[in-house]
């Protein structure tokens, strides 16, 4: 199979929630392809990052949420727009979703420097603390510490990316009917029942404030977990 050149108008492709995780899954492969394909996807490099932020994780959604049905349209937007995505649910007993935003919650800048120690180096912990000096022009240079940290700490740590995530996309106004989408790193929650426990308490801290929206879904990118409330906006 050739190596792919994405463009906007191919991950704006209509898909059902049947088949689009696979498509998304199977443009990954082919990106990788490419000479500097992993570069692309660890690094977030030009589409891919649209690709590896907001189709994976609407993909997922599209098999869970949407229960992978052959009913329910999802189409990607790329740009400036108020939502990433359009949603056609024609099942009987519908959703009623019309839009997708997708956010990540995640260490911001600290997660790229990790990615770019990891393909610079071929590994790099997971859970370590990121220093860096030097700057891209002068030199950057990346420590990624070998430690562990306490089980307590990996709650507040993911309790802290989910809530940051979703302060992000508080001050914005979003199309009738939007599902605010937020994807995260679920290798250590997906299962484990105190880490679930933790997540449901922080969004369900934060839903009298995400009125704006239809529901809330949270996605994990590794293992596919997932996590949804109804916040009764919804007509």
């Given at each position: 199979?050739s190596s792919?050149?994405?463009?906007?108008?191919?991950?704006?492709?209509a898909?059902?929630?049947?088949?689009?995780?696979?498509?998304?899954?199977?443009?990954i492969?082919?990106?990788?392809?490419?000479?500097?394909?992993l570069?692309?996807i660890?690094?977030r490099k030009?589409?891919?990052?649209?690709?590896?932020n907001?189709?994976l994780?609407?993909?997922?959604?599209?098999?869970?949420?949407?229960g992978?049905?052959e009913?329910?349209?999802i189409?990607?937007?790329?740009g400036n727009?108020?939502y990433?995505?359009?949603?056609?649910?024609?099942r009987?007993?519908g959703?009623?979703?019309n839009?997708?935003?997708?956010?990540?919650?995640s260490?911001?800048?600290?997660?790229?420097?990790?990615m770019l120690?990891?393909h610079?180096t071929?590994?790099v912990s997971?859970?370590?603390?990121?220093?860096?000096?030097?700057?891209r022009?002068?030199?950057l240079?990346?420590?990624?510490?070998?430690?562990?940290?306490?089980?307590?700490?990996v709650?507040?740590q993911?309790?802290d990316r989910?809530?940051?995530a979703?302060?992000r996309?508080?001050?914005k106004?979003?199309?009738?009917?939007?599902?605010?989408?937020i994807?995260?790193?679920?290798?250590?929650a997906?299962d484990r029942p105190?880490n679930?426990?933790?997540?449901?308490?922080?969004?369900?801290?934060?839903?009298?404030?995400l009125r704006?929206?239809h529901?809330?879904?949270?996605?994990?990118?590794?293992?596919?977990?997932?996590?949804?409330?109804?916040?009764?906006s919804?007509?």
């Amino acid at each position: 199979m050739s190596s792919l050149v994405l463009t906007p108008e191919l991950l704006e492709e209509a898909h059902t929630a049947a088949e689009y995780l696979q498509w998304v899954r199977t443009l990954i492969s082919r990106v990788k392809e490419a000479p500097d394909g992993l570069e692309q996807i660890r690094l977030r490099k030009g589409l891919a990052k649209e690709l590896m932020n907001e189709a994976l994780p609407i993909g997922l959604l599209a098999s869970t949420y949407f229960g992978g049905s052959e009913q329910v349209s999802i189409s990607l937007k790329i740009g400036n727009q108020s939502y990433d995505a359009t949603v056609s649910d024609c099942r009987k007993n519908g959703s009623s979703v019309n839009h997708v935003e997708v956010t990540l919650a995640s260490d911001g800048d600290n997660d790229y420097l990790r990615m770019l120690a990891l393909h610079q180096t071929g590994e790099v912990s997971g859970l370590g603390s990121v220093k860096k000096s030097g700057t891209r022009r002068t030199g950057l240079t990346i420590r990624v510490e070998r430690e562990m940290a306490s089980h307590a700490e990996v709650l507040r740590q993911e309790s802290d990316r989910l809530s940051h995530a979703i302060v992000r996309k508080l001050d914005k106004t979003y199309p009738r009917n939007t599902l605010l989408l937020i994807g995260m790193d679920d290798t250590m929650a997906f299962d484990r029942p105190d880490n679930v426990a933790n997540l449901k308490a922080t969004v369900e801290t934060c839903l009298p404030r995400l009125r704006g929206f239809h529901s809330v879904a949270v996605v994990g990118l590794q293992q596919g977990m997932l996590l949804s409330w109804d916040t009764k906006s919804a007509i």
